[in-house]
């Protein structure tokens, strides 16, 4: 088993930037791709960044483009996503996957584990 741990979220301002963390301990490998999914109030969750484990390949979602950026340090099972430029249209509650190691690693079924999720708030 896995557990992942998030953290960073927060409130801000439209414009300003938060960073999140997420700790996997347990069963952890460097194999398997590393992401992040949210959750706005009333919507489906969706995908927004990932990483692989040993190559550098990384997938944003469009709105995301350019704004985000994930990274992760294998040595600390942890994976980062920094947020700039941050819109009000990404609130939302923000959950960290791991697990993923065949298919696009894009969709929630192709995730074995999950954190609790930590809010991000984005005023106007």
């Known amino acids: 088993q896995v557990q992942l741990v998030e953290s960073g979220g927060g409130l801000v301002q439209a414009g300003g930037s938060l960073s999140l963390s997420c700790a996997a301990s347990g069963r952890t490998s460097s194999s398997y791709y590393m992401g992040w999914f949210r959750q706005a109030p009333g919507q489906e969750r969706e995908f927004v960044a990932a990483?692989?484990?040993?190559?550098?390949?990384?997938y944003y979602t469009d709105s995301v483009k350019g704004r985000f950026t994930i990274s992760r340090d294998n040595a600390k099972n942890t994976v980062y996503l920094q947020m700039n430029s941050l819109k009000v249209e990404d609130t939302a509650v923000y959950y960290c996957?791991?697990?993923?190691?065949?298919?696009?690693?894009?969709?929630?079924?192709?995730?074995?584990?999950w954190g609790q999720g930590t809010q991000v708030t984005v005023s106007s």
């Open positions: 996957a791991a697990g993923c190691l065949y298919g696009s690693c894009r969709k929630m079924d192709e995730y074995q584990y």
């Open positions: 990483r692989g484990g040993i190559g550098l390949t990384t």
